[in-house]
T-cell receptor, first 113, second 113 residues
Framework: GEDVEQSLFLSVREGDSSVINCTYT??????LYWYKQEPGAGLQLLTY?????DMKQDQRLTVLLNKKDKHLSLRIADTQTGDSAIYFC?????????????FGKGTKLSVKP | NAGVTQTPKFQVLKTGQSMTLQCAQD?????MSWYRQDPGMGLRLIHY???????DQGEVPNGYNVSRSTTEDFPLRLLSAAPSQTSVYFC????????????FGPGTRLTVL
């Protein structure tokens, strides 16, 4: 079945770059997403990438996709304390009525001043 | 647009009680879904609906019922609450299955004693 794996924790210093990694198993994934969840809040869509792309950049965010290795990463440049949150990787699997999101368990990013 | 709204934000139940978690969206989205979020587990799909009158089970449907009588509303019912249903519940919607942006509600934090 589908599975999405992420490391659970990442700690960086303010101003550094953060790289959050994710691996997925389903090669038929159409879209891959990064969501951000701040404490006590819902999920906020940060960015997404279509499976036929290798890279997508959106301001401080860069998403890299390696389809061969089924590896997705999110790079946050110039990380700020406001970036401290849990980041979820998710894949959308094409086909039938199962266009649902499969989530990883989330990576907790801690940004130290 | 109000987006995806959920009520209540917090709820405490006793084992065996029943209740309905409300979810509504005003974006005319066909596709709606319910997830639960547990510590260290990420989000898991409970039920989903691809349109009014159509519902289907997700990964963890046991103990929950849903209905979709209108496009706007997708309530989640717990018929006999159990402590294992203590969780944070998120409702989400998108235009149709297999498209990019899924919008999440703010969540309902449920505790079953």
């Amino acid at each position: 079945g589908e599975d999405v794996e992420q490391s659970l924790f990442l700690s960086v210093r303010e101003g550094d770059s953060s790289v959050i990694n994710c691996t997925y198993t389903d090669s038929s994934s159409t879209y891959l997403y990064w969501y951000k969840q701040e404490p006590g809040a819902g999920l906020q869509l940060l960015t997404y990438i279509f499976s036929n792309m290798d890279m997508k950049q959106d301001q401080r965010l860069t998403v890299l996709l390696n389809k061969k290795d089924k590896h997705l990463s999110l790079r946050i440049a110039d990380t700020q304390t406001g970036d401290s949150a849990i980041y979820f990787c998710a894949e959308s699997v094409y086909g039938g009525s199962q266009g649902n999101l499969i989530f990883g368990k989330g990576t907790k990013l801690s940004v130290k001043p | 647009n109000a987006g995806v709204t959920q009520t209540p934000k917090f709820q405490v139940l006793k084992t065996g009680q029943s209740m309905t978690l409300q979810c509504a969206q005003d974006m005319n989205h066909e596709y709606m879904s319910w997830y639960r979020q547990d510590p260290g587990m990420g989000l898991r799909l409970i039920h989903y609906s691809v349109g009014a009158g159509i519902t289907d089970q997700g990964e963890v449907p046991n103990g929950y019922n849903v209905s979709r009588s209108t496009t706007e509303d997708f309530p989640l019912r717990l018929l006999s609450a159990a402590p294992s249903q203590t969780s944070v519940y998120f409702c989400a919607s998108r235009i149709q299955e297999n498209t990019d942006t899924q919008y999440f509600g703010p969540g309902t934090r449920l505790t079953v004693l």
